[in-house]
């Protein structure tokens, strides 16, 4: 398939010290996919479900062990301790080659050996990186066919380069306690051992496309984010696009695939979908920054996924998706927790256990996924397969606080937006039943897939801010203020259209706001509110008087949150904090107690 000498000798070595029995070389066929469908089905690795129902679909459970990411066990190995940073676990990179190669030291004796070469980012973009993944697991071979672009054409790519991203995948005993996902950002090499779930086995994800591209997009001036991109197409045609970066359980996915209120359809507005979970940024000859999404498929939570919160999602997984830890039904069907109020009866759960529906326990593990093309969402945008990327006129930061931030503000500049951005927080949902919270910082939603060390990382958005002619404005979001009984104050979902278009607004100059202390505010009536239809509580319809209340800066609150800011920041050493944060945080200090 390849006369790649550097890809040929890296296989080589591989084989050698994992020792397989056979070695398949993905060459992206259908044909041959079908063939390793139906071996897996054979060995009970993946079941075929109703192809009536849910054709070319698969079903997967996962060891109990083994059911989602292992922040514990993910390591970035840098030369020195510093350049990974306080928010990465980090071990000597020669202390775990060892360790590794041990682990791996026969792991695939008995099985099959898969090489499969992979593309983030359409083949032949000036964005795309290629890859190639050695794996042992049919599982990861077809959820790889559809995240990432497979096959003949990715080695046609890469040519004779030998540059490219090397990832090992060894299931070996799916023994937790030896579980490793590890990152060498220098030698552009990737390792995962003794695990089986998609997350840390599915090495384009955030292994590559996260914590690989991080470190990359540094050294070569573009940038790699957890970021869903979304466009608005307007009535007239005219498009615009925005990227926005969430903490997990802040409804990134259900913003990145919203469908506007129906007074706003009615009129012409679409919302499309570029991506929901990857971006990755680059400077345009224009000046502009640009962006795609460099995978190719959804890897979606199911519960909580429905035909109300999220019916784009629903839908992109009616065909050629994989579901992992859900509930199978008698007919071969799927159900999760959430999806509808009608649980089978007579089935099991994702362990494979007799279930009851009615004891109070839950069929589908809370973390259970789809892996679904991303072609079948029924608001993908004809840009998603853009070489070039979409044009981005926002970035919005998010997060889940019961009080502090407000429904939307936008930051004064550049700097003041890179500030927002490293100070992003969540609360743990104690905040949904109305107490508050304890704040986990989650700096641009990347704490857990930055490739080195997030002071450098927040040097490298000052950086880039320098080279965008035409920055995008950037904006924070916070859906989940509650009223002192717990209510959700704001409706969310399909009305957080509503504030999409005042940032885009903004971003025309074509919308007033209120300065304060922490940034630009909405006018209240500068926000469409209609035919919103909300009850915060039983016999309260939302008004705009309740908008009003969402759109204060509580001062005390945010008082109370700068000496935890403080705090996060003093966990890095000296110096590596950019001075102009610190700065942006002594002027909000200092504007809150004027």
Known sequence: MTTNKAVLSWVDEMVALTKPDRVVWIDGSEDQLEALRAEACSTGEIVKLNQDLLPGCYYHRTAVNDVARVEGRTYICTPTKEEAGPTNNWMDPAEMYKLLWGLYDGAMKGRTCYVLPYSMGPVGSPFAKYGIEITDSIYVVLNMNIMTRVGQKVLDALGDNPDFI???????????????????????YICSVNSGYGGNVLLGKKCFALRIASYLGRNEGWMAEHMLILGIKYPDGTKKYVTGAFPSACGKTNLAMLIPPKYFRD??????????????????????????????????????????????????????????????????????????????????????????????????????????????????????????????????????????????????????????????????????????????????????????????????????????KKQPHIFNVNWFRLDDEGNFMWPGFGDNFRVLLWILARCEGKADAVET??????????????????????????????????????????????????????????????????????????????
């Not at 579980?179 to 220098?186: A, E, L």
């Not at 159900?335 to 009615?358: A, T, Y």
């Open 166 to 188: 090397k990832g090992i995948h060894a299931k070996a005993d799916l023994d937790e306690e030896n579980r490793y996902i590890v990152q060498f950002p220098q030698d552009n």
């Open 267 to 468: 009129q012409g507005y679409e919302v499309e979908t570029v991506g929901d979970d990857i971006a990755w940024l680059r400077v345009g000859e224009d000046g502009q920054l640009y962006a795609i999404n460099p995978e190719y498929g959804f890897f979606g939570v199911a519960p909580g996924t429905n035909e109300k919160s999220n019916p784009n999602a629903l839908a992109s997984t009616r065909k050629n998706t994989i579901f992992t830890n859900v509930v199978m039904t008698k007919d071969g069907g799927v159900w999760w927790e959430g999806l509808d109020k009608n649980p089978p009866h007579g089935v099991e759960n994702w362990k494979g256990e007799p279930w009851n529906p009615d004891d109070g326990s839950k069929g589908a593990h809370p973390n259970s996924r789809f892996t679904a093309p991303a072609i079948n969402c029924p608001c993908i945008s004809p840009e998603f397969e853009n070489p070039q990327g979409v044009p981005i006129s926002a970035i919005i930061f998010g997060g889940r606080r019961a009080k502090t931030a407000p429904l939307v503000y936008e930051s004064r500049d550049w700097t003041h937006g890179v500030f927002v951005g490293s100070i992003m927080a969540s609360e743990t949902t104690a905040a949904a039943s109305g107490a508050v919270g304890v704040v986990r910082r989650d700096p641009m939603a990347m704490l857990p897939f930055c490739g080195y060390n997030m002071g450098d990382y927040w040097q490298h958005w000052l950086d880039m801010g320098k080279k965008i």
């Open 517 to 594: 202390p922490i940034g630009f505010v909405p006018k209240p009536e500068d926000i469409d509110l209609t035919d919103l239809d909300y009850e915060i509580k039983k016999g309260h319809k939302f008004t705009e008087d309740d908008l009003k209340s969402i759109l204060t800066v509580e001062k005390d609150w945010w008082l109370e949150d700068i000496e935890s800011i403080k705090d996060f920041y003093g966990k890095f050493s000296e110096g590596k904090v950019p001075a102009e944060l610190w700065s942006e945080l002594e002027k909000l200090e200092n504007n809150l107690k004027k």
